[in-house]
């Protein structure tokens, strides 16, 4: 049982990752737990429920502290960061070349004819129409690096955090950094956060 909580509060945690805005910049997490989500955590605690409470072992780590000390993470972040700089630097290089083209179309106005004219106009809305294309691509594929990337990451977090729970005999495994919990007891749950950062090799 605790492997479904423990599915349903990552995905709250991790989720953060998965949709921050590409406006090209560091990757901001941000809570997508679902209603579904949150219904199927319901029934997961309404399913235990009739046991014994005060017989089962219940433990709880912080995933946010855990994930941002793992290597794994700085080595995506740092990724990202890379690929963010390639991308604006490619398209600092199209808008200079698009002004370049607005300028040279304004100095060389009057002396064009009109077939030259409405040719330059057409470039002009050309390397325009290249520059929202470039930015809408260039925002789907760092979203799907980032996504990719982070997945790695959480796996190998969720996969310590099994471990722990097999180990330890846990019934449950709460994430404490989730909103998807708004409380934990800490004098009915063991923190087991620097076991799973032992399992990942952190401190």
């Known amino acids: 049982m605790y492997l479904i909580w423990l599915y ?56 946010s502290d855990v994930i941002y000390l793992m290597p794994e993470y700085k080595a995506a972040d740092n990724e990202l960061q890379s690929l963010q700089t390639m991308y604006n630097e490619e398209l600092e290089y199209m808008q200079k070349e698009y002004e370049k083209k607005i300028d040279d179309y304004q100095a060389q106005h009057d002396n064009l004819s009109d077939d030259l004219r409405e040719r330059r106009e057409e470039e002009i809305m050309t390397s325009r129409q290249k520059i929202a294309q470039y930015i809408q691509d260039s925002d789907i594929k760092y979203q799907n690096k980032q996504i990719e990337l982070m997945n790695n990451v959480h796996d190998k977090a969720l996969k310590a955090i099994q471990s722990v729970g097999e180990e330890g005999g846990f019934v449950c495994i709460f994430d404490i950094s989730s909103a998807a919990v708004p409380f934990v007891n800490s004098t009915l749950t063991t923190d087991v956060t620097e076991e799973v950062k032992s399992k990942l090799g952190i401190k």
């Open 8 to 63: 349903v509060s990552y995905a709250g945690i991790f989720a953060e990752t998965w949709l921050d805005n590409l406006t090209i910049n560091r990757p901001i997490f941000i809570n997508l737990i679902t209603y579904n989500m949150k219904q199927f955590f319901i029934a997961a605690i309404l399913a235990i429920a009739p046991l014994s409470v005060f017989s089962q072992k219940f433990g709880s780590v912080n995933v």
